[in-house]
């Protein structure tokens, strides 16, 4: 699953080629993951121009100039490649990134009245591009009961610890993985931040110290931001297939390191199981506060 520095790598790099084109012609050939009347279509995309690249949660918002806008999911294996003079590629890291498109994965397209092209490439088809009145975005199910953005700058301590404890009793891992506690959270950026703030993903969050907790609110948005920096700042690499790698992951201390050394005490990393995830911890920095 894509999580929220990815995604929003993928709209940082939109956001500098999609707003002010014209969109000339759609064409798509999944309709379950284009769920739009042709009607629509004609009526709402085509001639409209595009107004702004936005992201809520995991979510893409292309807004345009006829009041509606395309919310995007890119699920699994959904990407975003942008061809014009310049070619931005972000989402998924597989060849389509770099390929001749339209390939087999391409489940939309929509050219532009300046000669660029913009592709939706979806492998498992688990993505989707809906159009919607701008005004009714915030009224998806989704959109309306996911939690607040933690890289907001009034994403404050205290608002973070508040979010916890509407489930005190629980993991704190799962809590932090539960989008209705907090947007776009995944895997990876729980077991570093937990790992960081020396917590163990099995705690009860009411078990946990307000000291660390405050720390785990400073440490997951260090992670957070650096995994955006590492995917922004391979914007072009990707294109030239560096991001196949990962970038973020080589900069990772527990994730997927299980056998290897703890950077901190040295202690070897274990993969155990929490909230049905799999997770990676150091056994000697992070113990289990029943
Ligand atoms: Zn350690």
């Known amino acids: 699953m894509q999580e929220l520095p990815e995604v929003e790598t993928v709209r940082s790099g939109l956001a500098k080629f999609l707003p002010r084109l014209v969109i000339k012609d759609v064409w798509h050939d999944w309709p379950k993951g284009f769920p739009n009347a042709p009607a629509d279509v004609a009526r709402f995309m085509v001639g409209a121009s595009v107004k702004s690249v936005r992201r809520r949660a995991k979510v893409l918002i292309i807004e345009l100039s006829s009041g509606y806008s395309l919310v995007i999911h890119l699920k699994m294996t959904g990407q975003l490649v942008f061809v014009g003079k310049e070619r931005f590629g ?3 890291p597989n060849d389509s990134l770099i390929n001749n498109l339209p390939d087999k994965s391409t489940r939309v397209v929509l050219d532009f009245t300046d000669g660029s092209t913009l592709f939706f490439n979806d492998q498992r088809k688990f993505g989707w591009m809906r159009l919607l009145p701008t005004l009714e975005v915030p009224e998806i199910d989704f959109l309306k009961t996911v939690g607040p953005e933690p890289l907001e700058d009034d994403f404050t301590a205290d608002k973070f610890i508040e979010r916890l404890q509407t489930r005190k009793n629980s993991p704190i891992k799962a809590v932090l993985l539960d989008q209705k506690v907090l947007a776009g959270v995944g895997n990876i950026y729980a077991d570093e931040s937990l790992w960081m703030a020396k917590i163990h993903p099995s705690t009860p969050v009411d078990k946990v110290s307000r000291t660390k907790l405050v720390a785990l609110h400073n440490d997951l948005r260090t992670v957070l931001k650096l995994a955006i920096e590492k995917g922004g700042s391979t914007d072009r690499n990707y294109v030239n297939a560096e991001g196949k790698k990962g970038s973020y992951i080589d900069f990772a201390n527990v994730f997927r390191r299980e056998g290897q050394p703890c950077p901190r005490c040295g202690t070897t ?3 155990i ?9 150091c056994p000697k ?4 506060l029943k």
């Open 273 to 281: 199981r929490v909230a049905g995830r799999g997770t990676h911890i």
């Open 269 to 271: 990393i274990e993969k």
């Open 285 to 288: 920095c992070q113990k289990v």
């Open 90 to 92: 972000a989402g998924h």
